[in-house]
């Protein structure tokens, strides 16, 4: 089975809320995490990033907390706007491995207006 | 844009037919990856090639092959196409073999 997983399919959230994207994995070996998000006929595109020598990450409007004990990753989006709609994914890796990302099935996220 | 450019974004073709889907790396990157998303299994790793050599394999079919050129372009064969073949096929680079850049995708509908 896969490493990664997402523990809901769809969100929905209004306009201008904090979103919260959770992900579950399960290779304790896993040292890199990534968020990536995929709008309608588009690639995933790079959020934002996380080591597991770090536990919590921010960028514009975007966090990333990493709680290693319980294996868990979620992504925050502060005051979610129209342009936030898209599916998320979460993706991990191994340092060294050559297998490149393993990804979750990713949470499509719906703003209502 | 993330640099990454596949061709060609859609492909229509029969079952038992042979298409090739092509990508160009981001300046720089000497790792190509490439997946397939389906609506079923999310994305999934085919291959990685690293400067001309094939790194690692994931659940790539005996039908389906792959090769990286010495300009670092490389291409995905997809031969006796399969209905269940129809998906979004990715590629992507890197530089360190962690962030993975995407490029917009082949769409690629069996018939």
């Known amino acids: 089975g896969e490493s990664v997983g997402l523990h809901l399919p769809t969100l929905s959230v209004q306009e201008g809320d904090n979103s919260i994207i959770n992900c579950a994995y399960s290779n304790s070996a896993s040292d890199y995490f990534i968020w990536y998000k995929q709008e309608s006929g588009k690639g995933p595109q790079f959020i934002i990033d996380?080591?597991?020598?770090?536990d919590k990450r921010q960028g514009q409007r975007v966090t990333v907390l990493l709680n290693k004990t319980v294996k868990h990753l979620s992504l925050q989006i502060a005051a979610t706007q129209p342009g936030d709609s898209a599916v998320y994914f979460c993706a991990e890796n191994i340092a060294g491995g050559a297998d490149g990302l393993t990804f979750g099935k990713g949470t499509h996220l719906i703003i209502q207006p | 844009d993330s640099g990454v450019t596949q061709t060609p974004k859609h492909l229509i073709t029969a079952t038992g037919q042979r298409v090739t889907l092509r990508c160009s790396p981001r300046?720089?990157?000497?790792?190509v990856y490439w997946y397939q998303q389906s609506l079923d299994q999310g994305l999934q790793f085919l291959i990685h090639y690293y400067n001309g050599e094939e790194r690692a394999k994931g659940n790539i079919l005996e039908r389906f092959s792959a090769q990286q050129f010495p300009d670092l372009h490389s291409e995905l064969n997809l031969s006796s196409l399969e209905l269940g073949d129809s998906a979004l096929y990715f590629c992507a680079s890197s530089t360190d073999d962690q962030k993975l850049f995407f490029g917009s995708g082949t769409q690629l509908s069996v018939l």
């Open positions: 300046s720089g990157d000497l790792s």
């Open positions: 996380i080591r597991s020598n770090m």
